[in-house]
């Protein structure tokens, strides 16, 4: 099975900071990762899918890069609602077997 | 508008089994995958396992091949999931969520069911 290590698990930054959180796969695969958002008490929601893209209604802030076994998340200025666990979830097979990683939690300093 | 709607909260005692569902509606259910996620207290996400309602077709993770089950009615548009001979380590959040084909996320999610395993 494939294995999705996310780092940090942790980290606070100050309104207005660049945030950079990546997951690491155990092997290749290609560009099937998606970002979520999780708030407390709530369900998650995605924000990026197939690696990069952007979905519809998330702000700009966020972006996704990455492919093969190295990906990247990024919120380039962070907002008090920013405030989240944040998981990348890869997917591979058809139908699909999906794996999360261990998460990131966010917050304001 | 998409809705997945699960069934409410539980206090369940230990040996004991417990059938969590999830009603879809705004959508085709048959069209999509739904699929089940673990979340423990202050834990992360967990996938446990997907249905295709059309068909009944299920995969489990390795994780939790045998140790639940995943059904859906198709004519009620409601998926289930299936927990037997419960243990306090089985209390979490469940969460039921539409699978989006193509990208292979989860693009509507339930409001989850939180299962407590208690004496």
């Known amino acids: 099975d494939i294995q999705m290590t996310q780092s940090p698990s942790s980290l606070s930054a100050s309104v207005g900071d660049r945030v950079t959180i990546t997951c690491q796969a155990s092997?290749?695969?290609?560009?099937?990762l998606n970002w979520y958002q999780q708030k407390p008490g709530k369900a998650p929601k995605v924000l990026i899918y197939?690696?990069?893209n952007l979905e519809t209604g998330v702000p700009s802030r966020f972006s996704g890069s990455g492919s093969g076994t190295h990906f990247t998340f990024t919120i380039s200025s962070l907002q008090p609602e920013d405030v989240a666990t944040y998981y990348c979830q890869q997917y591979d097979h058809l139908p699909p077997r999906l794996t999360f990683g261990g998460g990131t939690k966010v917050d304001i300093k | 508008e998409v809705q997945l709607v699960q069934s409410g909260a539980e206090v369940i005692k230990p040996g004991e089994s417990l059938k969590i569902s999830c009603k879809g509606s705004?959508?085709?259910?048959?069209?999509?995958?739904i699929g089940w996620v673990r979340q423990m207290p202050g834990k992360g996400l967990e996938w446990m396992g997907l249905?295709?309602?059309?068909?009944?077709?299920?995969r489990y993770s390795p994780s939790f091949q045998g140790q639940v089950t995943i059904s859906a009615d198709k004519s009620i548009t409601t998926a289930y999931l299936q927990l037997s001979s419960l243990k306090a380590s089985d209390t979490a959040i469940y969460y039921c969520a539409r699978l989006r084909r193509g990208w292979w996320n989860f693009d509507y999610w339930g409001q989850g069911t939180l299962v407590t395993v208690s004496s």
């Open positions: 092997q290749d695969i290609r560009k099937y």
């Open positions: 197939d690696a990069s």
């Open positions: 705004g959508y085709s259910f048959t069209n999509y995958w």
């Open positions: 249905i295709y309602p059309s068909d009944s077709d299920t």
